[in-house]
């Protein structure tokens, strides 16, 4: 089992930034398992923000972050990180990490098997 933690939400005005972080433990997986963000804002369905292996290599975003937020590596760390700029208030929502442990370009929920439990963005007007 692989547990997943997200960290680092919050509250901040529109045009700000915030940088979440995700942290994995448990058993072990190999470094070419992709790590998705996604979101879901309130009382929609949770959407594809980002993923990247857990190397560090092969990111790729959704159009409507692309340009704003950008998904990395930190290895002192050994987190995957959302770093999130120009921040809009459409942008509100719960945030999660999940991880598939082997390697897949998944941009659907249902292509991740190990999930966080969420952390909340919310950005104001």
């Known amino acids: 089992q692989v547990r997943l933690v997200e960290s680092g939400g919050g509250l901040v005005q529109s045009g700000g930034s915030l940088r979440l972080s995700c942290a994995a433990s448990g058993r072990t997986f190999s470094s070419l398992s992709s790590v998705g963000w996604f979101r879901q804002p309130p009382g929609q369905e949770r959407e594809f923000v980002a993923r990247?292996?857990?190397?560090?290599?092969?990111?790729y975003y959704a159009d409507s972050i692309k340009g704003r937020f950008t998904v990395s590596r930190d290895n002192a760390k050994n987190t995957i990180d959302l770093q999130m700029n120009s921040l809009k208030p459409e942008d509100t929502a719960v945030y999660y990490c999940?991880?598939?442990?082997?390697?897949?370009?998944?941009?659907?929920?249902?292509?991740?098997?190990?999930w966080g439990q969420g952390t909340q963005v919310t950005v104001s007007s």
């Open positions: 999940a991880l598939v442990p082997w390697a897949r370009n998944g941009v659907t929920p249902s292509e991740y098997h190990y």
């Open positions: 990247i292996r857990w190397d560090g290599g092969s990111s």
